[in-house]
């Protein structure tokens, strides 16, 4: 079966998780507190269905290649899939990666990068200009396919090209829009890792997502 590695961005992780039975949803009550089992970073310990733990950003990427590795050394045909933020690639270990998932030529992995132009605190282009990327990955010897990352058939269409992919790894550059359908979210750095919003911001963001205030 399919592997994936995911670090930051788990709360999404872990909402299909629980749409997929593999807790109770009640355990959101207990989001990232001491004795709960969602914590803010994946732990294969305490979460049902999370494989690898991970902290720092760009472990995921480095636990994705090396189950591709040992899935080619192994002769498996499973494949592997890993999503990066584009603020994750000012990582160091993130570019390593790249170098080695090409030198090994995994063409069992995919690399899923969410290309949004924000990171935590700020514009990309104010912290670490990643421009231009597709060159940059291309230059490293990775396959790249190009996708509005808001498009299922698209995404689902770059998935399948993938498989048909040999002698090299796969990267698919995802442009998407922080924070879309939500209109005062929308590429604003401010939400990235901010509370959820409350009272009349709450009512605003359910309605322009088309859905009812919930309540766990």
């Keep these: 079966r399919p592997e994936f590695a995911l670090g930051h961005s788990c709360l999404a992780l872990y909402a299909a998780l629980a749409q997929k039975g593999f807790f109770d949803k009640k355990e959101f009550r207990k989001l990232r507190k001491v004795n709960g089992i969602l914590q803010g970073h994946p732990d294969r310990l305490k979460t049902p269905g999370i494989e690898f733990n991970s902290g720092s950003l760009g472990q995921g990427f480095s636990f994705a290649l090396g189950c591709a590795l040992g899935g080619k050394l192994n002769k498996k045909s499973f494949r592997v899939y890993t999503l990066l933020g584009d603020g994750e690639l000012n990582e160091g270990q993130v570019w390593e990666g790249f170098m080695f998932g090409a ?19 700020d514009l990309n282009t104010n912290v670490t200009a ?11 010897s990775w396959h790249v ?3 509005n990352g808001h498009d299922f058939r698209e ?8 498989k048909t992919i040999k002698g090299k790894p796969t990267v ?7 924070g879309k359908g939500v209109s005062f979210m929308e590429n604003n ?18 309605k322009e997502c088309g859905l009812e205030d919930i309540k766990i």
Aim: negative net charge.
């Design 103 to 121: 030198f090994h030529k995994l063409d069992n992995i995919v690399v899923i990068i969410d290309n949004n132009g924000l990171q935590s605190d």
């Design 130 to 140: 990643l421009e231009p990327i597709t060159e940059k990955l291309k230059a490293f």
């Design 145 to 147: 396919i190009e996708i």
């Design 155 to 162: 995404i689902a269409n770059a998935l399948e090209w993938s």
């Design 172 to 178: 698919i550059l995802a442009h998407t829009i922080k």
């Design 189 to 206: 750095p401010k939400w990235h890792g901010s509370l959820a919003p409350q009272g009349e911001e709450r009512i605003i963001a359910f």
